[in-house]
């Protein structure tokens, strides 16, 4: 609840926000969106491009919409404040266009015009539903044992250059509500829709795109995301055929997926064994990067041999949950 925008005073329609998640630069940047009624949202000049929000009513008739907005950067927020021709109307179902910079949403808070929270979407329910996903390390709230709940991210882009299959969606806002902590749902897929072209969709019946990601971009080619979250998995993420991103290990694992073969290695951090890998991270030398070699311990000849797989020059350590 507390990723809800502050009760703003008088607020003339739906309120719709944004959150980003990891990445870097302008256009890799993992988004995790918060969709809130903002009017006039300043522009923010870096990051993933939202180029449209709408708002429908209960009878799926418009509303209103919301105009473009730019992530400034990794972990950033974007608020929308629908501009309703009835303010009294709330937004039963949202619509979110994405441009040509692709972005990764974890999750989608809602609230009406009388600043009611009214529903929530997380990117959990898009990697159940076929879409391309990666891990995320923003926390949205805690499951009911009290782990950290951090929901997977869901990718839309209108450019499609890597071929994920969406760049835009639309959810029933009532439909998920506040408690939600996971995509286990048997019906999550019949309240949200997912379209290939950046444009408004009109219809509120369920929809599923399973077209299957192919080359990286070119700085998922060269970053390593390391992760001490109990809760995420790089065999999960390999063993997917619609996960994309950079390479991802994980340390409670013990395992390394090199996302371009989607190839799983155990690490020898957890168990010593042939063909495990090795992970070492050199410091940053004053940069904002840590490159990274990944070497694998192979027997040959009864001596062992570490031959390299892979170099990265910059390398993200995700949180710790212990």
């Given at each position: 609840?507390?990723?809800?925008?502050?009760?703003?005073?008088?607020?003339?329609?739906?309120?719709?926000?944004?959150?980003?998640?990891?990445?870097?630069?302008?256009?890799?940047?993992?988004?995790?969106?918060?969709?809130?009624?903002?009017?006039?949202?300043?522009?923010?000049?870096?990051?993933?491009?939202?180029?449209?929000?709408?708002?429908?009513?209960?009878?799926?008739?418009?509303?209103?919409?919301?105009?473009?907005?730019?992530?400034?950067?990794?972990?950033?927020?974007?608020?929308?404040?629908?501009?309703?021709?009835?303010?009294?109307?709330?937004?039963?179902?949202?619509?979110?266009?994405?441009?040509?910079?692709?972005?990764?949403v974890?999750?989608?808070?809602?609230?009406?015009?009388?600043?009611?929270?009214?529903g929530?979407?997380?990117?959990?329910?898009?990697?159940?539903?076929?879409?391309?996903?990666?891990?995320?390390?923003?926390?949205?709230?805690?499951?009911?044992?009290?782990?950290?709940?951090?929901?997977?991210?869901t990718?839309?882009?209108?450019?499609?250059?890597?071929?994920?299959?969406?760049?835009?969606?639309?959810?029933a806002?009532?439909?998920?509500?506040?408690?939600?902590?996971?995509?286990?749902?048997?019906?999550?897929?019949?309240?949200?829709?997912?379209?290939?072209?950046?444009?408004?969709?009109?219809?509120?019946?369920?929809?599923?795109?399973n077209?299957?990601?192919?080359?990286?971009?070119?700085?998922?080619?060269?970053?390593?995301?390391?992760?001490?979250?109990?809760?995420?998995?790089?065999?999960?993420?390999?063993?997917?055929?619609?996960?994309w991103?950079?390479d991802?290990?994980?340390?409670?694992?013990?395992?390394?997926?090199?996302?371009?073969?989607?190839?799983?290695?155990?690490?020898?951090?957890?168990?010593?064994?042939?063909?495990?890998?090795?992970?070492?991270t050199?410091?940053?030398?004053?940069?904002?990067?840590?490159?990274?070699?990944?070497?694998?311990?192979?027997?040959?000849?009864?001596?062992?041999?570490?031959?390299?797989?892979?170099?990265?020059?910059d390398?993200?350590?995700?949180?710790?949950?212990?």
């Open positions: 609840m507390d990723h809800f925008v502050q009760s703003q005073k008088d607020p003339q329609g739906t309120v719709v926000a944004i959150k980003a998640g990891d990445g870097a630069g302008a256009s890799n940047t993992l988004v995790s969106i918060r969709i809130v009624g903002l009017r006039n949202a300043n522009t923010i000049k870096q990051g993933g491009k939202i180029s449209q929000v709408y708002a429908y009513n209960a009878q799926n008739v418009k509303i209103g919409s919301a105009g473009k907005q730019t992530m400034a950067g990794n972990g950033d927020y974007l608020s929308f404040t629908v501009d309703q021709n009835v303010p009294g109307s709330q937004g039963q179902y949202i619509g979110i266009q994405n441009s040509k910079d692709a972005t990764c974890a999750w989608i808070t809602v609230q009406s015009h009388d600043n009611t929270p009214n929530v979407w997380t990117g959990d329910i898009g990697r159940m539903c076929g879409q391309t996903w990666f891990e995320n390390q923003e926390q949205a709230g805690y499951l009911q044992d009290g782990t950290p709940y951090r929901p997977s991210c990718w839309l882009d209108a450019g499609h250059d890597s071929d994920i299959p969406s760049a835009s969606m639309k959810f806002a009532y439909a998920y509500g506040g408690e939600l902590s996971h995509a286990t749902l048997e019906d999550a897929c019949a309240y949200t829709i997912f379209a290939h072209d950046e444009g408004e969709i009109t219809s509120k019946s369920s929809g599923r795109s077209l299957l990601p192919r080359a990286r971009l070119p700085w998922m080619e060269t970053k390593l995301v390391i992760s001490n979250i109990a809760t995420h998995s790089a065999t999960n993420l390999c063993n997917s055929a619609t996960s991103g950079p991802f290990a994980t340390l409670n694992e013990g395992k390394l997926c090199d996302m371009s073969t989607k190839t799983l290695y155990t690490l020898c951090s957890k168990e010593n064994v042939d063909g495990c890998v090795d992970i070492s050199a410091s940053g030398n004053g940069t904002a990067t840590q490159p990274s070699v990944a070497m694998r311990k192979v027997s040959v000849a009864k001596r062992t041999v570490n031959s390299s797989i892979r170099s990265y020059e390398t993200a350590i995700w949180g710790d949950d212990n």
